[in-house]
């Protein structure tokens, strides 16, 4: 397929030293630390499905614009024509049931009693919709327009046939917005629909090994403590924990992007940058009151490249060790360095449209490209040389 729009580059990879404390960002489902089996050690890992949406809940801040991921649409509708515009419920729950079997996917009632509670037999869609947040309240716009055909229908708790016009609603089900177009959506329900994806987030994992460290902890009831007649705690268990460096990494497809926006260069500039600084400084929340792990990275690169996309997880396939007076940050800035001088020495003229970075540490890093001074003007520079041929003077 041809390229959309040309620009100089084509894809603007990140990468990402990142010191995280004792912490446990991303459990599993026996709550323990994800780890990977990297260079024959053990590392801790946070998945790619949890620093995504940690960035792409930071990203919808930045750009002001939010995404909805739901099988619960009629209920969403229903909600707003009920809470927000006073339709009697009854009437509010059937809107919703007609809306979800009107978007063309199966529907079911939900198993959970206590969502089942919240209005007059719902409808749940079989697949997740991924829409603007926005979709809710135009779906109850067509409802508002369709009231006379809603109260008209027969109410059988068991909508089988929608009553408004089902081109409309999947038009609404297929609508955009910038999340959407730079974060992808799968959805083979509704034709016309899915939306490839401009963003790929590798899994993060340390660049040493790393132990498990499981931490006990009991928890005091207050009333026994204060009338002092009760001794032991009321409750007590444990808690799997690490911490370490990693090496993040993650990758911006600047022509799936701009043929998701239909060659809107100054859109794919503000998108882009939203998302890089949306993922240098997000961090999943798991545990976070427990751990506070709100640190930012110790280093950040960026590389904007013509052809093709280069990861340097490559570096860490032998663990880093800790340097004599202790501490895996600088030898893993400097692994991460003498990769990056290779793997420029194999590409050769294949090598960086542009290349340039950040850090904590004064000590300078010869191949990494520009120092800049701030995640800001790193960025700015980056998405410039990525976009700058079709710049307007």
């Known amino acids: 397929m041809s390229r959309p729009t040309q620009t100089p580059g084509r894809f603007i990879d990140v990468h990402v030293l990142h010191s995280v404390p ?6 599993d489902d026996t709550n323990s630390v994800k780890t990977v089996q990297y260079g024959n050690t053990s590392r801790t890992r946070v998945s790619s499905q949890s620093w995504k949406r940690a960035a792409r809940t930071e990203f919808q801040k930045r750009i002001g ?45 939900p198993k959970d009693k206590d969502a089942a509670k919240t209005s007059t037999s719902p409808l749940l869609t079989s697949a997740m919709l991924y829409v603007p947040a926005t979709a809710v309240q135009s779906l109850a716009d067509l409802a508002e327009a369709h009231r006379d055909e809603i109260t008209a229908a027969k109410d059988t708790g068991k909508t089988t046939k929608s009553v408004l016009p ?9 609508s955009r917005n910038g999340v959407i177009n730079l974060f ?16 790929q987030v590798a899994h993060s994992f ?19 403590s204060a009338w002092a007649d009760e001794t032991g705690s009321a409750h007590m268990g444990t808690i799997e924990y690490s911490a370490g460096v990693f090496y993040r990494y993650a990758t911006v497809d600047l022509d799936d ?17 939203a998302f890089l ?25 960026l590389v904007v490249r013509r052809d093709r996309p280069i990861s340097y997880a490559a570096a860490f396939e032998k663990p880093v060790h800790a340097a004599r007076d202790g501490g895996h940050a600088a030898p893993s800035r400097a692994a991460l360095d003498s990769y990056a001088k290779a793997a420029a020495t194999l ?40 976009l700058k041929a079709e710049t307007p003077e």
């Open 277 to 301: 600084d949306a993922f240098l400084l997000s961090l999943p929340q798991a545990k976070r009151t427990a751990t506070a792990p709100h640190t930012i990275p110790d280093l950040a690169h």
């Open 166 to 174: 089902v081109t409309e609603i999947r038009d609404i089900l297929r």
């Open 206 to 224: 340390t660049t040493h090994t790393t132990d498990v460290e499981v931490d006990y902890f009991n928890a005091v009831d207050d009333v026994s």
């Open 257 to 273: 992007l701009l043929r998701n926006l239909g060659d809107d260069l100054d859109a794919a500039r503000t998108l882009t940058a």
């Open 22 to 27: 004792f912490a446990n960002l991303n459990r």
């Open 347 to 386: 590409l050769g003229s294949r090598s960086a449209l542009n290349s340039s970075w950040v850090s904590t540490d004064d000590v300078n890093l010869a191949h990494l490209g520009v120092r800049e001074t701030s995640f800001d003007t790193l960025i700015d520079n980056a998405v410039t040389a990525a």
């Open 65 to 109: 614009e939010q995404a909805l991921r739901t099988r619960r649409i009629g209920e969403a509708v229903e909600a707003e024509l009920r809470d927000a515009r006073q339709w009697p419920a009854d009437l509010a729950a059937k809107a919703g049931r007609h809306v979800a079997t009107g978007s063309g996917i199966k529907t079911e009632t």
């Open 184 to 199: 992808g959506r799968m959805l083979a329900e509704i034709d016309n629909s899915s939306v490839d994806g401009a963003v």
